[in-house]
C-alpha cells in the first residue's frame, strides 16, 4: 500500500471516528401520517356550504428537523429539537366532497430526552414540543366568485394555531453518521388563536433517517 493510500485510509478512519465521538448534532427527515380530528364540532366553516362534516382527516407528507444532544445525565442525555413539517391530503372533512383538501404546516421546538440501553445501537427518546402550526382543519377553502382577506377562488384559508406534541420514538444506528429512526410517535393538538375556541386532537406516526455531524 502506498503512503499515499494510507494516509487517506487514516484520515478517513479518523473523520468517522469523530462523527462517532462527537454527534451531538443531528438533522432528520421522515414520512409523516398525521389525524386531526374533533372537526364535527368546529366552528370554523366554508361559506355557504351544508355539507355533513366526518371528524377526522389525514393529512401526510413530509417532516425534517435538527436537534443538538448538550448535557447528560445519568442515563439520559439532554438536547434540543426543532422541526417543521408539510402535511396535505386532497381529501377534506366535507363527506359528499373533497372541497379544499385538508393541510397541516408546523413549526415546532423543544426539549428532548434520549435513554442509553444496554444494547448501544438502540436509541430511544421522548420530547414535548410546542410552536404554530397552520391549518384549513380540512374546512376552509374560498368558493369561487368568494374572497377571504383577498383570497379568490378554491384556494384554502390557513389559521394560526398553537400547536402542542408529546413524541416517543426509537432510532437504530446504522453507521457511525446514519440512524434509522424506527418508529415515531406524537399525541398532541391544535388550539387556534383568536375568538374561535376549539381543540384539534392530533395523533401523528413518522418513519425516517438521522444523520449525525461530524462536530
Do not use: C
Amino acid at each position: 500500500m502506498s503512503f499515499r493510500k494510507a494516509f487517506l485510509l487514516l484520515a478517513i478512519v479518523a473523520l468517522v471516528s469523530a462523527s462517532s465521538a462527537h454527534a451531538q448534532f443531528g438533522v432528520y427527515g421522515m414520512f409523516t401520517v398525521d389525524r386531526l380530528s374533533n372537526i364535527a364540532s368546529s366552528p370554523e366553516q366554508t361559506p355557504n356550504v351544508t355539507s355533513t362534516r366526518a371528524n377526522t382527516v389525514d393529512p401526510l407528507g413530509g417532516t425534517g428537523g435538527v436537534y443538538y444532544d448538550f448535557k447528560k445525565l445519568g442515563p439520559v442525555t439532554l438536547g434540543a429539537d426543532l422541526r417543521g413539517s408539510i402535511l396535505t391530503t386532497k381529501r377534506g372533512a366535507y363527506q359528499n366532497f373533497n372541497g379544499g383538501g385538508a393541510r397541516i404546516y408546523s413549526t415546532l421546538g423543544g426539549v428532548r430526552f434520549v435513554f442509553h440501553t444496554p444494547l448501544a445501537p438502540l436509541k430511544p427518546y421522548a420530547q414535548g414540543s410546542f410552536g404554530l402550526g397552520r391549518t384549513d382543519y380540512g374546512l376552509l377553502y374560498t368558493q369561487a366568485g368568494v374572497t377571504d382577506n383577498g383570497i379568490v377562488g378554491n384556494s384554502p384559508i390557513l389559521r394560526n394555531n398553537f400547536e402542542y406534541e408529546g413524541i416517543a420514538g426509537l432510532d437504530i444506528k446504522l453507521l457511525p453518521v446514519l440512524d434509522w429512526r424506527v418508529a415515531e410517535f406524537a399525541y398532541g393538538g391544535l388550539n387556534p388563536f383568536g375568538d374561535k375556541s376549539h381543540n384539534y386532537p392530533i395523533k401523528q406516526v413518522s418513519m425516517g433517517f438521522v444523520f449525525h455531524l461530524p462536530f
